[in-house]
């Protein structure tokens, strides 16, 4: 399970800049289906010049292998990556069922490079708790 969220003002397509972004709608994506999981309402702000508005918007989006974006500036770009979250620019307004669906196909099919690393993250996660666990009641290696 992929958690991906979008950059959009009506929940249907992504047509935001990251920075300037009015709303944000959260999937949890598996090969076989897509559910909204969250959506998080920020106030219109200019896109320049408030550093301040990027911390909020990293913050609820903590979790997320994925943001899909219209525009992102190099700041935002930095936060995100250092937060976890694949930023991803597309160049025309997409339909987020689409692109769900998109997600879906690769998460089953493979080939699509931050997909690929987010799923290679996730079980080295769950090998680590295993271990973890396995420790803690006892097991030696």
Request: charge should be negative; aromatic fraction near 8%; hydrophobic fraction near 50%.
């Amino acid at each position: 399970m992929l958690r991906v969220a979008f950059a959009s003002t009506d929940r249907t397509r992504v047509n935001q800049h990251f920075g300037a972004a009015e709303g944000f709608a959260v999937y949890e994506v598996t090969p076989d289906k897509a559910t909204l999981v969250g959506v998080a309402e920020f106030a219109e702000e200019a896109m320049d010049g408030n550093e301040d508005k990027l911390t909020a918007k990293v913050d609820f989006l903590a979790g997320c292998a994925a943001v899909y974006v219209m525009a992102i500036g190099a700041s935002a770009i930095k936060k995100l990556m250092a937060a976890g979250v694949q930023p991803i620019r597309i160049n025309e307004v997409d339909a987020i069922d689409d692109l769900l669906l998109e997600i879906s196909k690769a998460m089953n099919e493979g080939g699509v490079a931050w997909i690929d690393r987010a799923i290679a993250l996730q079980d080295k996660a769950k090998s680590a708790d295993r271990f973890n666990a396995m420790e803690e009641e006892g097991w030696e290696g």
